[in-house]
């Protein structure tokens, strides 16, 4: 089993930056990749990015130059790092562990608006 606790979110202006944080526990040793997915009302859950073992990373393209996921393996802890932050990021943004199960965490809220 793994548990996920995000922090981070909140509210923040159009162009503004938060930084979102993902801490694992339990069988973490069973993680292969960590990621973020968001869901804004009304919409589909969807995938914004994932980091692997060994540091390589993807994006969705809509944050690609915008949004840095890093990972302190000695933490065990996943960083989202948001800059110019746009209104349609607005979403709940939720942690993604992937072992032989995926595994979520509770979510955390991120409002941009001015």
């Known amino acids: 089993q793994v548990q996920l606790v995000e922090s981070g979110g909140g509210l923040v202006q159009p162009g503004g930056s938060l930084r979102l944080s993902c801490t694992a526990s339990g069988t973490i040793g069973r993680i292969q990749t960590m990621g973020w997915y968001r869901q804004a009302p009304g919409k589909a859950r969807e995938f914004v990015a994932r980091?692997?073992?060994?540091?390589?990373?993807e994006y969705v393209d809509s944050v690609k130059g915008r949004f840095t996921i890093s990972r302190d393996n000695a933490k065990s802890t996943v960083y989202l790092q948001m800059n110019s932050l746009k209104p349609e990021d607005t979403a709940v943004y939720y942690c993604h562990a992937a072992t032989s199960r995926p595994y979520w965490g509770q979510g955390t809220q991120v409002t941009v608006s001015s």
């Open positions: 980091i692997g073992n060994i540091g390589s990373t």
